[in-house]
């Protein structure tokens, strides 16, 4: 097993197979946030958070049309069942300790995307001979730095007093949130021959 991407292409790109698997991923992940952001927006902001919600929704949908654009898609027929368990995984958990739905939204929102952002660390695994004007090297590395920007986000409102009183259900949701994605991104990375290191 290897610890990067590649062996890359004869003319220094990463292999459409590769790319296509991880860009799935990601679009996946990314597109999930993207649709339960625009689900979970009120029709007026009551509270600062809400418009934070907003900010990020854009950020996600930006995430998803720049992978769309810079992969090298392939058909890859291990993507159905794949695809399946990954939106599986992004769904709503109940927090039954929290009352307040759009609360509970905003949490399981956190918690996911911090996962993912925390999570996944695509640029990461790029080989250092990668070409830097491939495209989908330069996607996986702004993904990687936006990522960066966006968790300053989720960790003010996880970590804010509006939810000190539910602190123990978000850290059990936040672990969960994290033991989850890590485990499809290791699953998707082994199916195409990558140990990552923890």
């Known amino acids: 097993m290897s610890a990067f991407l590649g062996p890359l292409e004869a ?6 197979g590769q790319q296509t698997r991880v860009g799935a991923l990601l679009v996946s992940a990314h597109g999930a946030l993207a ?3 625009a689900l979970a927006l009120p029709a007026r902001f009551d509270a600062a958070w809400q418009t934070e919600l907003n900010a990020q929704l854009y950020r996600e949908s930006e995430i998803v049309s720049l992978l769309a654009r ?34 509970a939204q905003a949490i ?5 995307a911090h996962a ?3 999570g996944i660390r695509p640029a990461a ?18 993904i990687e730095f936006e990522s960066g920007r966006l968790l300053q986000a ?9 939810l000190l009183p539910y602190r123990d259900a ?7 949130r994290h033991r989850e994605v890590r485990k499809l991104w290791r699953e998707m990375l082994a199916s195409l021959g990558i140990h990552i290191r923890e």
């Open 11 to 16: 003319d220094g790109r990463l292999p459409p």
């Open 35 to 37: 649709r339960q952001y």
């Open 70 to 103: 810079a992969t090298a898609w392939i058909p890859d027929l291990a993507l159905g069942p794949m695809a399946v368990s990954w939106e599986m995984a992004w769904l709503p958990e109940p927090m039954e300790a929290i009352a307040d739905d759009a609360r």
């Open 108 to 112: 399981h929102l956190a918690t996911l």
């Open 116 to 118: 993912v952002h925390a």
């Open 125 to 142: 695994l790029l080989p250092t001979e990668a070409k830097a004007d491939d495209p989908f090297v330069a996607a996986l590395r702004r």
């Open 154 to 162: 989720q960790i003010l409102f996880l970590k804010g007093p509006d």
């Open 170 to 176: 978000v850290s059990a949701a936040l672990e969960r």
